[in-house]
């Protein structure tokens, strides 16, 4: 019912910035919550930052001071502007939303394909 599509990975120089986005798209649902994730390696999946429709934020403590997470309600985009960025934020980047039907007031998560985010040193 709802799909994410993300862009604005690539290759970036260590303290060079990138911005992600990620779009939700479908019909008949009101998004709880929007958040990125990341994940290494080897690694877990690990939550970046996430932001509610009221705007209230939160960050991963790696990334506090370096990373800031908003979104386009009108356009059901969230983006995740990264700055300083570190070898260590190597990782494929997914966006994720929380969502709920209108009519069945189902609540639902929705997941993006991942985009690659790498730094070199």
């Known amino acids: 019912q709802v799909q994410l599509v993300e862009s604005g990975g690539g290759l970036v120089q260590a303290g060079g910035s990138l911005r992600l986005s990620c779009t939700a798209s479908?019909?008949?649902?009101?998004?709880?919550?929007m958040g990125w994730y990341r994940q290494a390696p080897g690694k877990q999946r690990d939550l970046v930052a996430a932001?509610?429709?009221?705007?209230?934020?939160s960050y991963a403590d790696s990334v506090k001071g370096r990373f800031t997470i908003s979104r386009d309600n009108a356009k059901n985009t969230v983006y995740l502007q990264m700055n300083s960025l570190k070898p260590e934020d190597t990782a494929v980047y997914y966006c994720?939303?929380?969502?709920?039907?209108?009519?069945?007031?189902?609540?639902?998560?929705?997941w993006g394909q991942g985009t690659q985010v790498t730094v070199s040193s």
């Open positions: 932001i509610t429709s009221s705007n209230a934020t």
């Open positions: 479908g019909t008949g649902f009101s998004i709880n919550a």
């Open positions: 994720s939303a929380t969502y709920r039907f209108v009519l069945t007031w189902k609540l639902d998560t929705s």
